[in-house]
């Protein structure tokens, strides 16, 4: 069976349409693709005020939509079918996607990474325990990390660097053993300007190191401390 969409006057299989009890032929008038689009030009002038109200209902239902969701997801095949629609949507909009993460992570980045400091510090044995864990699973990942990182810090060393420059880098990384056997907590010799940046790739000399501890150091990552 096919149908004609009043909007784009395709004709399209009855697939591409929506069930609509109100037609007779039990489909909506506009295909997917069109009533898609009608809806977002819809939304478009008063999407501030939609979001807020869907913020709004979510904090005032926020358990009944949690139970919800997991009584839906606890049937397998419901659970199957989600998993396989959400990947397929993946799949189809790729760009998308990229650029959802990249403004939700622009928008969110402090606040996820103090939460993921304050996660850290308040379950540090369980998390190190995570950690090497997925360390043990994934070592191929670890390797190739450790190479690149290995290949980064030989290419960021200059050739003008004195002897007494090599002992103030080993001065730095013995200080950062000596720390953390003191204080009983881990500290790590960081590169201030990483050296796999996200903007700039800094040196492997004295001056570019600094002891921080480890919780500090994998919740900077590759950016400058003070944009933490």
């Known amino acids: 069976m096919t149908k004609i969409c009043v909007c784009c006057k395709v004709e399209k299989d009855a697939s591409a349409f929506k069930p ?3 037609n007779s032929d039990g489909l909506y008038s506009y295909c997917r693709v069109c009533a ?29 939509i949690k139970q919800s969701v997991r009584r839906y997801l606890s049937d397998p095949a419901k659970a199957a079918r989600k998993i396989e629609t959400q990947k397929e949507w993946l799949e189809r909009n790729p760009n998308k996607t990229a650029e959802y993460s990249r403004r939700h992570y622009e928008k969110n980045g402090s606040k996820k990474r103090a939460s993921a400091r304050e996660r850290y510090a308040e379950n540090k044995e369980k998390e190190r325990s995570r950690m090497l864990r997925y360390q043990a699973d994934n070592l191929h990942i670890y390797a190739a990390n450790a190479a690149a990182r290995r290949a980064a810090k030989q290419q960021a060393t200059p050739p003008w660097l004195t002897e007494d420059h090599l002992t103030m880098m080993k001065i730095a990384y013995q200080m950062a053993e000596l720390m953390s056997e003191r204080m009983g907590i881990k500290f790590h010799v960081d590169h201030i300007h990483p050296l796999r940046g996200e903007n700039l790739c800094g040196l492997h000399v004295p001056w570019n190191l600094q002891v921080i501890t480890e919780a500090e150091n994998i919740a900077k990552g590759n950016r400058l401390l003070d944009k933490v």
């Open 20 to 22: 609509s009890k109100q």
């Open 36 to 64: 898609a689009e009608k809806e977002r030009a819809r939304r478009a002038p008063i999407r501030d005020q939609i979001n807020s109200q869907g913020r709004a209902y979510y904090e005032s239902h926020k358990e009944q």
